[in-house]
């Protein structure tokens, strides 16, 4: 097994190692949660703007089969 494969209490796991697309995630998430707080209206429209921005992921795949027509 590769030294990469234990996380850093010694245990097995692929949780451990989320790599670059942790990184974008976060990012992204800070970007859009920006975008539709300067969007909003009121507060209660920010709150939905940031609940938004933790599953944008699921908005985009979904345009994204739309557009494929799947």
Not at 1 to 6: C, E, F, H, I, P
Not at 18 to 28: E, K, N, T
Not at 36 to 64: H, S, T
Request: hydrophobic share 50%; net charge positive.
């Amino acid at each position: 097994m590769a030294k990469n494969d234990v996380c850093s209490d010694g245990s097995n796991c692929s949780k451990c190692n989320s790599g670059m697309f942790g990184g974008f995630y976060g990012l992204a998430f800070v970007g859009v949660a920006i975008y539709y707080i300067a969007q909003a209206d009121g507060f209660w429209i920010g709150v939905l703007g940031l609940l938004k921005a933790i599953v944008w992921p699921a908005f985009l795949m979904y345009k994204v089969f739309t557009m494929l027509g799947m």
